[in-house]
């Protein structure tokens, strides 16, 4: 009988960052990272300020060019696909929101249906992509408003709502939730689940290592530059890493209801202040 050789049916991952490294100004950013995400994943990177987490989101959406190392989107190297060809795979939110024109939030969201309609003007089906992405972000009463009189959490739902209406099958989120009040950071991270369960994937730059551990099917920790930690959330989130990596106390339980880690801060003033 025939064996099956499986890695014939394993496909590539949806992206991958293969020993990214990128220097600039003399400073190593980003040093020898490697990843790999798979369709139906949920990855959350985590880390201090200045670790290096919007950098390695840049290299993966293609906006900085590594200088060793290679990132591939479904099996073929990035640097290889045209803008045009990354737009309809993956969907980026930058951490900065740079709308400063008095476009209508309408407007915001319709422009996540450019690579759709390359030139041809929008039509009933793009309409309706947009008004169900602005619902799903409970923005749809925002709709006529411009975008910059919105306030920083309104800007993020419509950001989101703009690369929900980009349909692409992977998301790549910088602090998605950080505008966010606690009902819509839990409805963001639902879209981006509800991204993975239908076959998509996401990475997602977090500081809330709760939410991380509760929507993340994996973690990342990044360290100067350096992804000291990969895996499940009880693999990554150990008190005395966290508490090294952070330089303040934590301690780390069972979350009484899912079993997840939860993550609990004990701040010593004095350690602190010294
Ligand atoms: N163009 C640049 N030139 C010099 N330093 C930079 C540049 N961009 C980012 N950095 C520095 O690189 C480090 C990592 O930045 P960043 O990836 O934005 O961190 P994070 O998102 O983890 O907070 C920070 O110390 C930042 O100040
Ligand atoms: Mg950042």
Redesign the pocket.
Known sequence: MPRLDLGDCVSAPIIEACALSYH??G?C?IDGVSLAVNAGEVVAIV?P????????LGLLAGDLQPTAGQVMLNGVPLARLPASAQALQRAVLR?RISVTFPFTTFEVVMMGRAPHLRGRAEGQADIAIVQEALAHTEMLPFARRLFPTLSGGEQTRASIARILAQQAPLLLLDEPTAALDLRHQHAALCLARATAHKGGAAII?LHDLNLAAAYADRIGL?HQGRLVAIGVPWEVLRAEVLSDVYGIPVTVCPHPHTGVPLLLTFPDHQSLLA
């Open positions: 600039t100004d400073r950013l880390g300020n200045g670790a290096g987490k919007s950098t390695l951490q730059v990044l």
